[in-house]
């Protein structure tokens, strides 16, 4: 059902399972201030409690392009700071929470835009997408988790290079740079993030949790320690009852065979 009550920052929509949320300030191009991060924050809660998976788009021509500069000229160090903090807060929310966000991209994906689909877990880039972190351009560094997440997705140099120069990068380049996963015709991202979203929510919901909270964590640890709790983990979701009857379908030759990308 659409809820265009709860905010005019963001709306929500809920399609079988699958929560649609999209970012709602065309007129200042989904730029993101205070209050728009709050209501973020309250709509990742709501999807949480009764979605599966989430498609994050944007409304009007661009994704987002990023912090609300209008705001942040005012402010303090210290209100920086808490500003960035909160990002980082609510971003962690959707990066490591229990269902899956796919985003679906299209014009400017910029500065904390870009930081924001770093945080979601499948990136669908249309081929008007366009990808920047102007942030050296404006006086400013990454404060929104792009410094860890952007960087750990296309690597240091590319995005050294993004912010000393001001680079630009097409969907196409954003998918060889491992920024999306998928690139498709203009005007199509939301409906191929839907599709991958219904599959990632017909999953195990332990199996996307683990999925979303274990394989980053084990990037980070040591080789050896990122093994041992790869047992635990795989030992605590097969032995969950979802995962018998799954088991099972399989054997009993219930469950959909996988198939080779472009046969019938
Ligand atoms: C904004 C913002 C914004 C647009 N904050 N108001 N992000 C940037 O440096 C990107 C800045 N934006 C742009 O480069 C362009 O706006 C776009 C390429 C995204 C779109 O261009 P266009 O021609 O369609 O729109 P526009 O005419 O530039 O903007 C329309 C309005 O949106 C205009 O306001 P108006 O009152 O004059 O109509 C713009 O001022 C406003 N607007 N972008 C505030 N970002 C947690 S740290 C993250 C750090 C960052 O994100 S730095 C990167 C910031």
């Not at 500065?111 to 006086?139: C, M, N, W, Y």
Request: aromatic residues 6%; proline residues 3%.
């Amino acid at each position: 059902m659409a809820d265009h009550t709860a905010t005019s920052f963001v709306t929500y929509e809920l399609k079988g399972n699958v929560a649609h949320i999209g970012l709602n300030r065309p007129e200042k191009r989904n730029a993101i201030s205070d209050r728009f991060v709050e209501t973020i924050a309250e709509t990742v809660a709501r999807a949480e409690s009764e979605a599966k998976a989430v498609v994050l788009f944007g409304h009007g021509d661009h994704f987002c392009a990023g912090l609300d500069l209008a705001e942040h000229v005012k402010k303090t160090p210290i209100e920086g700071v808490r500003g960035s903090r909160r990002w980082h807060a609510v971003f962690a929310g959707i990066e490591h929470g229990t269902i899956p966000w796919i985003s679906a991209l299209h014009g400017a994906v910029v500065g904390g835009g870009l930081e924001l689909a770093s945080a979601t877990h499948i990136r669908v880039a249309d081929k008007s997408a366009f990808f920047a972190l102007p942030e050296g351009q404006r006086g400013i560094f990454v404060g929104g988790g792009g410094s860890v997440r952007a960087a750990r997705l296309m690597g240091v140099a590319r995005m050294t290079d993004m912010m000393l120069t001001g680079r630009v990068a097409s969907a196409e380049e954003a998918e060889r740079w491992n920024l999306a996963q998928y690139v498709v015709e203009k005007g199509m991202a939301r409906q191929k993030a839907h599709e991958l979203a219904e599959a990632a929510a017909s999953n195990a919901e332990i199996s996307n949790y683990a999925v979303l909270n274990a394989l980053p964590r084990i990037q980070d640890m040591a080789k050896e320690d990122g093994l041992f709790v790869e047992s635990f983990i795989a030992s605590f979701t097969a032995t969950s009852p979802e995962a018998e009857e799954r088991l099972r379908a399989f054997l009993e030759k219930r469950a959909a065979r996988l198939k080779a990308p472009g046969s019938a």
